[in-house]
């Protein structure tokens, strides 16, 4: 290296240490707390009167400033279109965008709860920590009793029956009744181990249509592979199948294929790993030559990816090139390929749907698995035969949305899909009663716990996540007009129906949410909520100098 | 400027190179070929088959590139050519 080198990466040094010297402003114990605080009351006043049938709409002015608008409902919606001007309630802001998104990208609903939720710990735990606590103490027991109330959630939960299945579409649908029974009945007819996809149907009309189809649970190997850049998916339609399980190290191994799909402009997708160069060189075709084909690897490992990949070739009708039966890839020929209707590749997970109907050799397939399955003691074994048999026969559904209007549909679009996740959710860990009551059934839970003897720190963490419970409910009334204190008084009172304003069971009145919803809501809520609480210091750039 | 005896001044052709089927391969596809393109610039005094301009395939690990009048050449000798265009 030369001096002049030397000297050129000094200043480099140099040069980089002044662009981090900004000015900052720091903000300590209460003050800086208090304005987190009235970030949050900013945000969460504006999301939560979106809560509960009667909840009110919000109107957002478009960010780019040309005259549009929105008018929604839909709690993230509000939340992600607010930037503050004060950066440490701006910070706060940020904070809540967070729980509200992450509870929106785990469950698919959930976040204007999740933001009412961090909001009550907050402002509750500035209330009951007094002086005389020890806030990090506080925060372990908030952690402990919340762990409480997942427990409460889910003993009160319920599995799913297909009724329910009706009025959790219906209501995470935005209380649309025939669009809730297009997709429980979809859900119905693919069964709990069946995937739902939500797609834009080509008349005014919305229906669902269920067929064959298998998951893998591995995506595209390259981003280039993606052909629909709203949901991040390489959707290839009528498309061939190469199914192997020996690494593709050189394009030319499978020219042979290339060379008839290439020059009858058909569709590939190869199920098998290949050497980044293959990948490269697939990729590079595919974004300057035009080719419609996707890469993705094995599922699994070891010899459970071996079963998997004969089950995938078998139901799509591949052969399947395998190192262990010495195949010779070098042979392939467009015999050897499988066929599927349509392959939609995620970045996680590819959905294979096959055009037909259940073949014999998948039928005696599945009879032979169930033989072996009753022939094998171990659990794990005995699970993973569940999974193929599921992968074999799963049926995946498709609901097509219609609408008169672009508009239209990209509205119904959106429910369809937020509802077809609540769907999921509800089928994978069950329902609650919903309408805040879930929450408000472990406040009283906690409430019973205040006989125990327990120390303040205790005491306060249990006051805390207490009324935070209650807040969902409370909230759902007051945008009704009502409160908690006129409509639950008597202690015995039966659960409320907003919408209806009549007393009664609310599982039975269909008002429910899925646990997976409103338990995501709570944790995250209280994650973000106790890192607030235990902030001492907010350090932000300075936004003006003054000389 | 001549090349002297069996030694012969090319040029090395970089070029997309598309197999039958029409799939594009990439340079590093391309580099893992044994043999690489080129295009002869001056044959040595001493070589016959192969004749100025001629596009040949040469074995890539063979010759060295030097410049030319500001041009980038490689010499290799006359055996090293496998396949004349």
């Known amino acids: 290296m030369s001096y002049s080198d030397i000297n050129c990466i000094f200043v480099k040094i140099k040069y980089n240490q002044m662009s981090s010297y900004i000015p900052k402003n720091l903000e300590f114990d209460e003050l800086g707390r208090d304005k987190l605080i009235s970030g949050i009351t900013k945000i969460s006043k504006a999301v939560k009167s979106t809560l509960g049938p009667r909840g009110k709409t919000v109107l957002i002015e478009s960010p780019d400033h040309v005259g549009g608008m929105t008018i929604t409902k839909d709690g993230v919606t509000v939340a992600t279109s607010i930037f503050l001007e004060n950066p440490v309630e701006n910070l706060a802001v940020q904070m809540l965008k967070d729980a509200a998104r992450r509870t929106a990208n785990t469950a698919g609903d959930g976040t204007t709860t999740a933001i009412v939720l961090t909001e009550a710990i907050v402002k509750y735990g500035m209330n009951y920590i007094s002086d005389d606590n020890n806030v990090t103490e506080v925060v372990k027991s908030i952690n402990k009793y919340s762990k409480t109330v997942v427990d409460c959630l889910v003993k009160n939960s319920k599995k799913v029956t297909k009724d329910m299945l ?37 008349n005014h009309e919305t229906y669902a249509t269920v067929t064959n189809g298998i998951k893998v649970d591995r995506g595209y190997t390259s981003n280039l592979f993606i052909t629909n850049h709203k949901n991040d998916e390489c959707i290839l339609e009528d498309t061939m199948i190469l199914v192997c399980d020996q690494e593709i190290s050189n394009i030319l191994q499978i020219e042979t294929i290339l060379k008839p799909i290439i020059q009858g402009s058909k569709k590939l997708l190869i199920i098998g790993a290949c050497s980044s160069n293959v990948v490269n060189t697939l990729a590079a075709n595919v974004v300057r030559n035009g080719l419609k084909m996707c890469n993705i690897v094995p599922p699994n490992f070891g010899y459970k990816q071996h079963e998997l990949m004969q089950d995938i070739a078998l139901s799509v009708g591949a052969k399947y090139f395998s190192e262990k039966t010495g195949d010779n890839l070098n042979l392939v020929t467009m015999d050897d390929l499988g066929h599927a209707d349509k392959v939609i590749a995620g970045k996680m997970q590819t959905v294979i749907i096959k055009s037909n109907q259940m073949t014999e050799a998948i039928e005696t397939r599945i009879e032979e698995l169930k033989e072996q399955q ?99 409910a409370h909230q759902i009334l007051v945008n009704a007009g009502k409160s908690l204190e006129e409509i639950y008084n008597d202690k015995n009172a039966k659960d409320y129906d907003v919408k209806n304003e009549v007393y009664g069971d609310m599982y039975k009145m269909g008002i429910i949410d899925p646990l997976k919803v409103t338990k995501n809501a709570f944790e995250n809520a209280v994650s973000v909520a106790t890192t607030i609480l235990t902030t001492n210091a907010i350090v932000t750039h300075a936004r003006a100098i003054e000389l | 400027m001549r090349p002297v005896g069996k030694y012969i001044i090319i040029e090395t052709v970089t070029e997309e190179v598309r197999t039958s089927s029409g799939i594009l391969l990439s340079q590093s596809d391309v580099e893992d070929f044994r043999y690489k393109k080129g295009v002869v610039i001056k044959p040595g005094t001493d070589v016959t088959v192969i004749e100025e301009g001629d596009g040949i395939y040469y074995d890539k690990n063979a010759g060295h590139t030097m410049l030319i009048d500001d041009r980038a050449c490689t010499i290799i000798q006359e055996r090293d050519v496998v396949i004349v265009l």
């Open chain 1, 374 to 472: 009753s022939n094998t003691d171990i659990v794990s074994d005995r699970e993973f035969i569940n999974e193929r048999i599921a992968s074999l026969s799963g049926s995946i559904g498709a609901i097509y949305v219609g609408g008169n209007s672009d508009v239209e549909q990209k509205e119904k679009y959106d429910r369809v899909e937020d509802a077809v996740c609540a769907v999921r959710s509800a089928l994978e860990e069950g329902i609650v009663k919903g309408g805040g009551v879930a929450l408000m059934q472990c406040h009283d839970m906690l409430y019973q716990m205040h006989q125990d003897p327990r120390n303040i720190d205790e005491e306060a963490a249990l006051y805390i996540l207490q009324n935070a419970c209650l807040e969902p």
């Open chain 1, 166 to 202: 009706l009025d959790v579409a219906s209501i995470s649908a935005n209380n649309d009744r025939d669009l809730g029974v297009i997709i429980s009945d979809a859900y119905n007819k693919v069964g709990k181990n069946g995937i739902v996809t939500v797609e834009r149907s080509q």
